[in-house]
Nanobody, 122 residues
């Protein structure tokens, strides 16, 4: 059941940038928000997470290129993606959970957005 509202995504050339947004109305008790991506034929990957205290975590593939941020008062998270590569092509799902570890490792308990496609061409 979709409970978060995502926006952003699209198609860009390699080296370009995109920003994803995710709103989680009524989910203040969910302490952590983040994105998980799924590409055809590849394993699901936790891209980035952010806790209510601002603590962040990133997949190695995202470090130095992606930045996650959050407006706590509005429960909205953003994922700024720069220097995009074709390998970043995937469906990106916003998620919320009680902790970053749960969000990435126990996704069956997450609240989810509807997903947004990111396509990066070479």
């Amino acid at each position: 059941q979709v409970q978060l509202v995502e926006s952003g995504g699209g198609s860009v050339q390699a080296g370009g940038s995109l920003r994803l947004s995710c709103a989680a109305p009524g989910y203040a008790y969910r302490n952590c928000m983040g994105w998980i991506r799924q590409a055809p034929g590849k394993e699901r990957e936790g891209v980035a997470t952010i806790d209510s205290d601002g603590s962040t975590s990133y997949a190695d593939s995202a470090k130095g290129r992606f930045t996650i941020s959050k407006e706590n008062g509005k429960n909205i998270a953003y994922l700024q993606m720069s220097n995009l590569e074709p390998a970043d092509t995937a469906m990106y799902f916003c998620a919320a959970a009680r902790s970053a570890w749960l969000l990435v490792n126990r996704p069956e308990h997450n609240s989810w957005g509807q997903g947004t496609q990111v396509a990066v061409s070479s």
